[in-house]
């Protein structure tokens, strides 16, 4: 029996494609953190698509302050559900793509004292598991809570990492890092699934377009960075002769600024709606939206196919760390293909060029 532990929706279809494809026919739990907009509607579409044998939600979210008062309490005290996995489960395996590092060392602890075999293992977190070093280590504040409540060690005890992408990775490779099986028959499975999931409205077309990511950045403080990435979309829709289409991020405030190239209604995270549209916009552009490259970790889809620009480069403003990650991910991409798939140019003259 195989456990899953996800915080997102990128983390559900992964588990979605796992349980589709390489752990077909092996009884299976979804348990789902409301780390995100989740209710029990939600969990029944997922229960529905017959994908899991039983689909748990755990409400674990810190939004307000009293939820956080109750992980703290949790801490020491683990809520009902995690004590019931822990205590009366007896996964073989289990699957932690949530870093919930405190629950998944309480879950280790008790069965390592139960005496039941279960290979734990991280799944994929998305672009962070590719080019953050220690994403699967616990920070200070909860290495010493690890400490407090008996729990130290556990989790560096996980050596397994499933990803899609084994080849992407520019660090964690200390990890067993096996791949996540994208067959035809999962892929199609994991479609059908999030289609019934996720069901998605009418709303702008984004096939044939540019396509830009916009993200809230250094360019909030005093929209020089954002004049810059106006400017260059503007020069790709003319250069290209194509519309463009706005995907805003969740906690972006400046919708009302980018109305006039199109903003795409939905706030559905671009991972589902790329699964869903089967769709190959003409140009994918942002400044170092990590979003984009969830594109070339799907197989199977047309968008995978797509050229994109990173203008990160060109910004007056730079986050230099995450610049530098993203230029070794960009390389590793661009090798694994037959053409250049992803461009980063220094100046809006070298995106001109690239334009042509």
């Given amino acids: 029996m195989i456990g899953y532990l996800c915080a997102t929706p990128f983390h559900i279809t992964a ?20 780390h995100f907009d989740v209710d029990m509607e939600l969990i029944n579409r997922i229960k ?5 044998d039983s689909v748990l939600l755990f409400h674990s979210n810190n939004k307000t302050k009293l939820n956080k ?9 683990p809520s009902e559900l ?14 932690c793509f949530a870093l919930d590092f405190l629950n998944l060392a309480y879950i280790m602890k008790r069965y390592e004292k139960r005496g039941i075999n279960c290979e734990f293992s991280f799944g994929d977190d998305g672009i962070g598991t590719y080019i953050r070093e220690g994403i699967y280590k616990p920070k200070d504040t909860v290495v010493k809570l690890m400490k407090i409540s008996g729990r ?15 080849d992407f990775m520019v660090t964690n490779r200390s990890y067993d890092i096996l791949p996540i099986e994208q067959s035809e028959s999962a892929c199609v499975k994991r479609r059908n699934a999030v289609l019934n999931i996720w069901p998605l409205n009418q709303d702008i077309d984004i096939d044939g377009k540019i396509l830009y ?13 954002q004049g810059i990435e106006q400017q260059a979309l503007s020069m790709a829709a003319e250069m290209l002769d194509s519309h463009t289409v706005v995907k805003m991020h969740p906690r972006s405030t400046a919708e009302s600024v980018w109305q006039k190239f199109g903003v795409l209604k939905t706030k559905m995270p671009y ?15 942002t400044v170092n939206s990590t979003a984009l490259f969830s ?22 403003h730079k986050n230099e760390t995450l610049n530098s990650a993203m230029s070794k991910l960009c390389d590793v991409v661009n090798k694994s293909q037959e053409n250049v798939k992803i461009y980063n140019p220094e100046t809006m003259d070298e995106l001109r060029g690239i334009l042509q």
Avoid at 69 to 77: C, E, P
Avoid at 152 to 166: A, E, F, H, N, V
């Fill in 295 to 316: 594109t070339y970790l799907f197989d199977d889809l047309p968008a995978a196919t797509c050229a994109s620009v990173l203008l990160y480069k060109i910004m007056i």
């Fill in 48 to 52: 529905e698509t017959g994908v899991f």
């Fill in 82 to 95: 995690i004590k019931n996995i822990a205590n009366k489960t007896k996964y073989t395996h289990f699957v």
């Fill in 152 to 166: 130290s060690g556990y989790t560096d005890k996980i050596t397994r990492l499933y990803t899609y992408k084994p």
């Fill in 69 to 77: 008062i109750k992980r703290l309490v949790n801490v020491f005290a």
């Fill in 213 to 225: 990511f916009e993200q809230p950045n250094e360019a909030d403080k005093d929209n020089e960075d």
């Fill in 271 to 285: 991972e589902v709606m790329l699964l869903q549209k089967q769709c190959a916009p003409k140009l994918m552009m």
């Fill in 15 to 34: 588990a979605i494609t796992m349980q589709s494809g390489m752990f077909a026919g092996k009884k299976s739990t979804l348990i789902v953190m409301d």
